[in-house]
């Protein structure tokens, strides 16, 4: 009963440096997605892959890479950590029956870029 | 496209007191929309969703919602508070972008319980 599962909780780096964030899920989900939290700006989606072997942008994708393993995991990469990419990261999925049906989110990464 | 907007970031209730967060949406078409509930260092767990079958959404911890077409509005409300209520709402809407399925959020409501 994990649902969706991301590592690590915590994470510091230096600026420069580069890192995955890890996420997957277990509910045969096909779409997963990445979104960063900042205070005052709601969620905001980063990449989305609507089916294992596709990825597509979403509305901040600078900075980051994604890849969708298979069809449970769905990793986030930054290339060069940068100060800006200070936040809070959540990986979802869904199930895809239709437009109605909501997400399901990890418990999140929170990343400090010093 | 699709798009929320929450009123207020910051809502402060006494307990046992009406609970009112305000999310107002803009579509073009019949919107499905949702609630969402972060308490802290937690991830967003689905408090009710609206999908066009009754106007009138309950959810989770006792909050509903009404979905009124005429004002594009969404609010969420619970009669009486409680203190396990303080966190963090989102208000979201389904879109197709790209023809792909997302949720697009609101900025988010912080909600304050004063005993």
């Known amino acids: 009963n994990a649902g969706v599962t991301q590592t690590p909780k915590f994470q510091v780096l230096k600026t420069g440096q580069s890192m995955t964030l890890q996420c997957a899920q277990d509910?045969?989900?096909?779409?997963m997605y990445w979104y960063r939290q900042d205070p005052g700006m709601g969620l905001r989606l980063i990449y989305y892959?609507?089916?294992?072997?596709?990825?597509d942008k979403g509305e901040v994708p600078n900075g980051y890479n994604v890849s969708r393993l298979n069809k449970r995991e769905f990793s986030l990469r930054l290339e060069s950590a940068a100060p800006s990419q200070t936040s809070v990261y959540f990986c979802?999925?869904?199930?895809?029956?239709?437009?109605?049906?909501?997400?399901?989110f990890g418990s999140g990464t929170r990343l400090t870029v010093v | 496209a699709q798009s929320v907007t929450q009123l207020g970031s910051h809502v402060s209730v006494s307990e046992g007191a009406l609970v009112l967060l305000r999310c107002n949406y803009s579509?073009?078409?019949?919107?499905?929309l949702f609630w969402y509930v972060q308490y802290p260092n937690q991830g967003l767990q689905l408090l009710l969703k609206?999908?066009?079958?009754?106007?009138l959404v309950k959810g989770i911890n006792g909050f509903e919602a009404e979905f009124k077409k005429s004002e594009t509005s969404f609010h969420l409300t619970k009669p009486s508070a409680h203190m396990s209520d303080a966190a963090e709402y989102f208000c979201?809407?389904?879109?197709?972008?790209?023809?792909?399925?997302?949720?697009?959020f609101g900025q988010g409501t912080r909600l304050t319980i004063n005993p």
């Open positions: 979802a999925s869904r199930l895809d029956r239709g437009i109605g049906y909501g997400y399901t």
């Open positions: 509910m045969n989900h096909n779409s």
């Open positions: 892959s609507a089916s294992e072997g596709t990825t």
């Open positions: 579509s073009s078409v019949p919107p499905y």
């Open positions: 609206y999908t066009s079958a009754a106007t």
């Open positions: 979201a809407v389904s879109s197709i972008i790209q023809g792909a399925q997302k949720l697009v």
